[in-house]
């Protein structure tokens, strides 16, 4: 959420903000909303203190044994205003907070203004293979070895669901089992296994409601939503707290599953693994002071990076153009990995600073010693990182003229040494 008292105070650079997202939202009725509710508090707050100054004066009368009666009229005609007055300020508030509720970040002045076709490639890992025979896709190869049955999965469930089978389901759970160790071992991120079921709140406090309820899956009776993204109950672990800044930075990863309904999407990619329903992921989260959240940014995209590194698969980072950034983010780079069969560079991970936007709607604060009132902290995430499209990387650039795939060197210890997946 944004500060309404940024949006009073810097008008214009909200307003280029929003634009540059591709947002055309009104703020004038939101800042004269704003000054509507301000010039009530003010007066109620006149009111009050007349309130308070009356009944000192009755006080007075009644120790003194004197007529208080007019003073008392006076005073219960004050306490009348002051309680016609409250309902005005609640409707005016609650405009406000939808107004500010749909409401995006804004991009930070370090990222590129426009369309997606602005995107900046700012490095670039590894080199994609060459092969010496024509590779086949990830679903080909799948479907060969026998280790994906996507037939049986949308029997089961519907289109774009996986079933992993054999040493595809190894795979899977090798894959996971290797980053949290990574992340947990080396990056200094501390394990956490939270629901994959969530609550409106939740969803709210990190922006996912109420601009994309459509995108989610929802089980109505009980207002609870599955989760997109680790990000959303990670995230909300820290809601309506505040934290000591000697805490801070705090890191946490999580394996879940995330579930994606895709509206809109229709058509797009529908085969094999690139856009599915549902996926795992590995997700990195930080709660961090303002004054280190984009040295915070780059660190954590350097543990994403890390993954692919270590797996051997040639990727690409991408700083996003303000066009192209999600609802909640300031900044984001997005990790491409290139995928030989469909002859592709896939997003992988996103890494995002949401600065203080997401900790004003979940009300995420931090006290120090020094610190006069509670500040709002910075939170972070990214992904570290996303299946199912990793796993296209693998056995795309992994297969073999015979339609074998080799398992990267660093996840055959997960799967007891094995060293390639065949039939």
């Given at each position: 959420?944004?500060?309404i008292?940024l949006?009073?105070?810097?008008?214009d650079?909200?307003?280029?903000?929003?634009?540059?997202?591709n947002?055309k939202?009104?703020l004038?009725?939101?800042?004269?909303?704003?000054?509507?509710?301000?010039?009530?508090?003010?007066?109620?707050?006149?009111?009050?203190?007349k309130?308070?100054?009356?009944?000192?004066?009755?006080?007075?009368?009644?120790?003194e044994?004197?007529?208080?009666?007019?003073?008392?009229?006076?005073?219960?005609?004050?306490?009348?205003?002051?309680?016609?007055?409250?309902?005005?300020?609640?409707y005016?508030?609650?405009?406000?907070?939808?107004i500010?509720?749909g409401?995006?970040?804004?991009?930070?002045?370090?990222?590129?203004?426009g369309?997606?076709t602005?995107?900046?490639?700012?490095?670039?890992?590894?080199?994609?293979?060459?092969?010496?025979f024509?590779?086949?896709?990830?679903?080909?190869i799948a479907?060969?070895?026998?280790?994906?049955d996507?037939?049986?999965?949308?029997?089961?469930?519907g289109?774009?669901?996986i079933l992993?089978?054999?040493d595809?389901?190894r795979?899977?759970?090798a894959?996971?089992?290797?980053?949290?160790?990574l992340h947990?071992?080396?990056?200094?991120y501390?394990?956490?296994?939270?629901?994959?079921?969530?609550?409106?709140?939740?969803?709210?406090?990190?922006?996912?409601?109420?601009k994309m309820?459509?995108?989610?899956?929802?089980?109505?009776?009980?207002?609870?939503?599955?989760?997109?993204t680790?990000?959303?109950?990670v995230?909300?672990?820290?809601?309506?707290?505040?934290?000591?800044?000697?805490?801070?930075?705090?890191y946490?990863?999580a394996?879940?599953?995330?579930?994606?309904?895709?509206?809109?999407?229709?058509?797009?990619?529908?085969?094999g693994?690139?856009?599915v329903?549902?996926?795992d992921?590995?997700?990195?989260?930080?709660?961090?002071?303002p004054?280190?959240?984009?040295?915070?940014?780059?660190?954590l995209?350097?543990?994403?990076?890390?993954?692919?590194?270590l797996?051997?698969?040639?990727y690409r980072?991408?700083?996003?153009?303000s066009?192209?950034?999600?609802?909640?983010a300031?900044?984001?780079?997005?990790?491409?990995?290139f995928a030989?069969?469909?002859d592709?560079?896939l997003?992988?991970s996103?890494?995002?600073?949401f600065?203080?936007?997401?900790?004003?709607?979940a009300?995420?604060?931090?006290?120090?010693?020094?610190?006069k009132?509670?500040?709002f902290?910075?939170t972070?995430?990214?992904?570290?990182?996303?299946?199912?499209?990793?796993?296209?990387?693998?056995?795309?650039n992994y297969q073999?003229e015979?339609?074998?795939?080799?398992?990267p060197?660093?996840?055959?210890?997960?799967?007891?040494?094995?060293?390639?997946?065949?039939?």
């Open positions: 959420m944004l500060d008292k949006i009073r105070e810097n008008f650079l909200v307003q280029a903000g929003l634009k540059a997202k947002v939202i009104d004038d009725e939101l800042v004269t909303l704003d000054k509507e509710r301000r010039a009530h508090l003010t007066k109620a707050e006149e009111l009050r203190s309130q308070n100054a009356a009944n000192d004066e009755i006080a007075g009368l009644m120790r044994k004197k007529d208080a009666k007019d003073k008392i009229q006076a005073m219960k005609a004050i306490a009348q205003e002051v309680g016609q007055m409250e309902p005005v300020i609640k005016l508030e609650t405009r406000i907070e939808k500010l509720l409401l995006p970040n804004i991009p930070h002045a370090s990222v590129p203004v369309a997606p602005l995107n900046k490639e700012i490095r670039s890992w590894g080199t994609p293979r060459k092969f010496n024509k590779p086949k896709t990830h679903w080909e479907e060969a070895l026998d280790i994906i996507f037939k049986r999965a949308t029997k089961i469930t289109s774009n669901f992993y089978k054999k595809g389901a795979l899977e759970r894959m996971i089992n290797f980053m949290l160790d947990t071992r080396e990056h200094g501390t394990e956490v296994f939270p629901p994959f079921l969530v609550n409106r709140a939740s969803m709210t406090g990190t922006g996912q409601l109420p309820e459509e995108d989610m899956y929802k089980l109505p009776e009980e207002d609870l939503f599955l989760i997109p680790a990000e959303v109950p995230t909300n672990i820290h809601r309506d707290e505040i934290l000591n800044e000697e805490e801070l930075p705090i946490y990863t394996y879940t599953a995330c579930f994606r309904r895709e509206a809109g999407s229709y058509g797009k990619d529908t085969r693994l690139i856009r329903h549902q996926f992921k590995v997700e990195l989260v930080k709660f961090v002071k004054e280190t959240s984009y040295t915070e940014l780059e660190t995209v350097g543990n994403a990076e890390k993954v692919f590194q797996l051997g698969l040639p980072v991408i700083m996003l153009a066009g192209d950034l999600s609802f909640a300031a900044k984001c780079y997005d990790i491409e990995a030989a069969g469909v592709k560079w997003e992988v996103s890494c995002s600073n600065e203080d936007f997401q900790a004003r709607r009300n995420i604060k931090f006290k120090g010693k020094e610190t009132k509670p500040t902290v910075h972070l995430n990214g992904s570290g990182i996303a299946l199912a499209r990793a796993v296209v990387a693998i056995l795309e073999t015979n339609g074998e795939v080799e398992i060197t660093v996840l055959q210890p997960y799967m007891n040494g094995q060293k390639k997946i065949v039939k």
